[in-house]
């Protein structure tokens, strides 16, 4: 018989002081839990206290020979470990991969954020040309799609952070599309409104604001190959790209190659709390990329009053609607791009209409929703019992 105070236990690779959107996703959902009347576990590495909330917190140690993205394959086995010992209703794996080692009774659910190596080719020459390091690439891939299928396929549900997500790990792991429940991200944003004082500094000294840990995959390559057209209509134009990435220098002797040292800039990874200087110091938020699950940092950027380009591409389909509340372009067509980013430039009646339909999308994705729905997929789970 379950308790009354249901008990969760959420399992993170980021938690509070987080780096991409699987942390945002991960501390959002555990502190809207305990908001709605939750007792809520979190494992993760790192530290945390705070005594505003009621969150009990276990810290892990992640391998430090681990060549996964995140550390997830070691953290998935540590996970494994820690929940032999604890008692719980339910089991919530924020990177639905990390569940691999599982084999408890109690029932568990993953989160899906992105679709990448359910669409990997077996080709390795598909990689080459947007990625310094191809080979290393079609290895790691061809290896997370083994494991990532055989893990999604024992959890109990999936949340899937888009439609397209949720679309392409059915078809392609042959995952019952009644196991996939779309459920968008949502977060909390403070919303600061246009300033014409702003407005006027960035359009005489434009800033392209570019951010993703993933830097190859969400297109960077294409808004290097856009600079030479855009600089010469904007002699002064700056392009700032933060994330942390293991290949961050080889890109760097790549855009120096392309002769554009002096208006590329590399800041690495930012802490959360410093982002908002960035998103309002720019002008445009450009992230082309060649796949998307969703795309939270699109919401942050609109938050701020930043027009935001996408690649019109997976999930980020859903949550931009073009010349509404963002331009799409093709990924790695750096002409759409370059057209895109200049029309934003220039046209100040598109660009202000593009701002203010942001600001009423970011309404809409709030993480009270996301912690609403996410309680509804939980209760469904419980209902249905721990068998499998």
């Known amino acids: 018989m379950l308790s009354l105070q249901k008990h969760i236990i959420i399992c993170t690779q980021q938690f509070d002081n987080y780096w991409s959107g699987v942390g945002t996703y991960g501390t959002n959902l555990a502190r809207g839990l305990v908001r709605t009347g939750w007792k809520v576990t979190v494992i993760s590495p790192g530290e945390y206290s705070n005594e505003n909330d009621e969150i009990n917190f276990i810290s892990i140690e992640p391998s430090k020979w681990d060549f996964t993205h995140g550390g997830w394959f070691s953290l998935a086995l540590i996970f494994s470990n820690k929940l032999k010992n604890i008692d719980a209703d339910l089991i919530h794996f924020i990177d639905a ?115 993703g840990g993933n830097i190859q995959r969400k297109g960077l390559s294409t808004v290097l190959k856009s600079l030479p057209k855009l ?27 392309m002769g554009l040292t002096e208006c590329v800039k590399y800041f690495g990874w930012v802490p ?23 795309g939270l940092v699109f919401l942050e950027a609109m938050a701020q009053g930043l027009p935001v380009i996408g690649g019109k ?22 002409k759409e791009l370059s057209q895109a980013i200049l029309s934003l430039l220039n046209e100040v009646e598109l660009r202000n209409n593009i701002i203010q339909n942001g600001y009423k999308t970011v309404k809409i994705y709030h993480s009270q929703k996301m912690v609403d729905d ?14 499998n």
Not at 233 to 257: A, C, F, H, M, T
Not at 374 to 387: A, F, P, V
Request: proline share 4%.
């Open 97 to 211: 991969r990390e569940s691999y080692f599982y084999k408890g009774e109690i029932p568990a659910v993953g989160t899906l954020h992105d679709y990448y190596f359910a669409n990997h080719s077996w080709n390795p020459f598909t990689y080459k040309t947007n990625y310094v390091d191809w080979i290393k690439r079609w290895m790691y891939y061809s290896f997370v799609t083994l494991t990532e299928r055989r893990a999604f396929r024992c959890l109990k549900f999936l949340i899937s952070n888009s439609n397209a997500t949720k679309e392409i790990i059915s078809n392609n792991y042959n995952i019952s599309n009644e196991k996939i429940r779309t459920i968008y991200l949502g977060i909390d944003l403070d919303m600061n409104p246009l300033d014409e004082v702003i407005e006027i500094q960035r359009r005489e000294n434009p800033i392209l604001l570019f951010v």
């Open 231 to 257: 600089i010469k209509s904007y002699p002064n134009l700056q392009l700032y790209v933060i994330g942390k990435n293991q290949n961050i220098e080889r890109i760097k002797k790549r855009s120096d190659l």
């Open 272 to 294: 959360p709390q410093e982002m908002k200087k960035y998103y309002r110091r720019s002008t445009v938020f450009v992230m082309p990329s060649l796949m998307e699950g969703f």
């Open 313 to 334: 591409t997976g999930g980020t389909v859903e949550l931009i609607k073009n010349n509404k509340n963002g331009i799409l372009v093709e990924p790695d067509n750096e």
């Open 374 to 387: 996410t309680i509804k997929l939980y209760n469904t789970i419980l209902e249905m019992g721990s068998g």
